[in-house]
């Protein structure tokens, strides 16, 4: 079973464009870099429902092999740098160990 962990990335004092910008072209790089790495999701947010600036920068997901992978890779001097490197940027994030994807029917 692939063990996910699923992070909320809050907006920083950069625009939304620039933080995606970094995100994609200078943190994914270091992300992709963590050992046992299987999949890496990420989800930018856009603008809100009144067109307004949203208050996160998106979501992703990094998904490993089993339990001992994820927390190789969370132990890892490349998750630590991963960590220092989003604190520069002056976003923070929450962290959910995800339990269970589940896809739910719709009914037509």
């Known amino acids: 079973m692939t063990v996910k962990i699923a992070i909320i990335l809050f907006r920083n ?11 994609l072209e200078d943190h994914a790089p270091m992300a992709k870099r963590m050992p046992g790495l299987l999949g890496y999701t990420i989800n930018l947010a856009d603008t809100d429902e009144s067109g307004g600036d949203p208050a996160i920068a998106g979501t992703d997901y990094l998904e490993f092999a089993d339990m001992e992978a ?26 959910s160990w995800v339990k269970e994807t589940l896809q739910i029917p719709l009914v037509q």
Do not use: F, V
């Not at 927390?71 to 923070?92: D, L, V």
């Open 13 to 23: 004092d950069r625009s939304l464009e620039e933080q995606h910008r970094w995100w």
């Open 70 to 95: 994820a927390m190789t890779a969370y132990n890892s001097p490349e998750w630590q740098a991963a960590r220092e490197h989003t604190a520069a940027s002056g976003a923070k994030t929450i962290r």
